[in-house]
């Protein structure tokens, strides 16, 4: 059973430095363990936030960084480049500046280049990938991922699952398209939630007073069709990063 965990920093520069630390533990951690560490992706300014911290890190050497995988939890169905893309914002806080393996980079599907404009046929094609990684004692059709990262917004979203909508509700598919979402762009690929839980650990972060009400409702046990975070859950652990305004709700 996944142990819940949340822990409450100043502000939000100080949660971005100790959550990097965290993650620069926990990847050395993994490495020891099995050779090689698996890390899914977020975007947003806390998700990029932490990322430049680790590259900021005296410690972020302590890594093997060609012995890392990562992936992405969604992205903005935006042309390769786009400024917006979580994938392109990723690139320009750490993945440029530490020596990755190309090949286990692995960003979802710009809009525009191989699937065109069809993000569910681009979602499919990051499903296939992923089973294609997948251990074959796997649950679900996902590889293992050691720490999966995400944001919560301001309705409780996280990743690109929005509350009362058939993506939040996916259970069989490990990646899906999001048509018509209410924050722009419209269209995205997103893990769903079965995916999402197929991780060790799951990190929620967020900051803010507008963030507290969705916060304490998925502390307090809300469904995931109403407040999405509260279905994200890790396998070993399930870890809340807070601002002490994002924390204000929460008992």
């Given at each position: 059973m996944t142990r819940q965990q949340v822990v409450v920093h100043d502000d939000g520069d100080v949660l971005a430095a100790a959550a990097a630390a965290r993650l620069i533990t926990a990847v050395v951690d993994a490495?020891?363990?099995?050779?090689?560490?698996?890390?899914?992706?977020?975007?947003?300014?806390?998700?990029?936030?932490?990322?430049e911290q680790v590259r900021a890190s005296a410690a972020r050497d302590a890594v093997d960084w060609s012995r890392v995988d990562f992936?992405?939890?969604?992205?903005?169905?935006?042309?390769?480049?786009d400024p917006e893309?979580?994938?392109t914002q990723a690139r320009k806080?750490?993945?440029?500046?530490?020596?990755?393996?190309?090949?286990?980079?692995?960003?979802?599907?710009?809009?525009?280049?191989?699937?065109?404009?069809?993000?569910?046929a681009?979602?499919?094609?990051?499903?296939?990938?992923?089973?294609?990684?997948?251990?074959?004692?796997?649950?679900?059709?996902v590889p293992r991922f050691d720490v999966l990262l995400l944001g919560v917004g301001e309705e409780g979203h996280t990743a690109s699952l929005f509350p009362d909508t058939p993506y939040v509700r996916e259970q069989g598919r490990s990646v899906v398209g999001v048509?018509?979402?209410?924050?722009p762009p419209p269209t995205r690929i997103s893990l769903t939630l079965p995916a999402i839980r197929s991780a060790a650990e799951v990190w929620l972060m967020?900051?803010?007073?507008?963030?507290?009400?969705?916060?304490?409702?998925?502390?307090?046990?809300?469904?995931?069709?109403d407040i999405p975070a509260a279905?994200?859950?890790?396998?070993?652990r399930t870890l809340w990063l807070l601002d002490g305004a994002a924390a204000a709700q929460a008992r």
């Open positions: 490495q020891q363990a099995r050779g090689t560490a698996s890390v899914v992706l977020t975007g947003g300014r806390t998700g990029i936030g932490v990322l992936f992405w939890g969604d992205e903005r169905f935006l042309p390769d480049g893309r979580n994938e806080a750490l993945l440029e500046h530490v020596a990755v393996d190309p090949a286990r980079v692995h960003p979802m599907a710009p809009s525009g280049g191989e699937f065109g404009e069809d993000a569910d681009a979602a499919a094609a990051y499903a296939e990938l992923l089973s294609s990684l997948a251990g074959e004692r796997a649950e679900f059709p048509h018509d979402c209410p924050k967020t900051t803010g007073g507008a963030k507290a009400e969705p916060v304490a409702a998925a502390l307090g046990g809300a469904e995931p069709v279905g994200a859950q890790g396998r070993e």
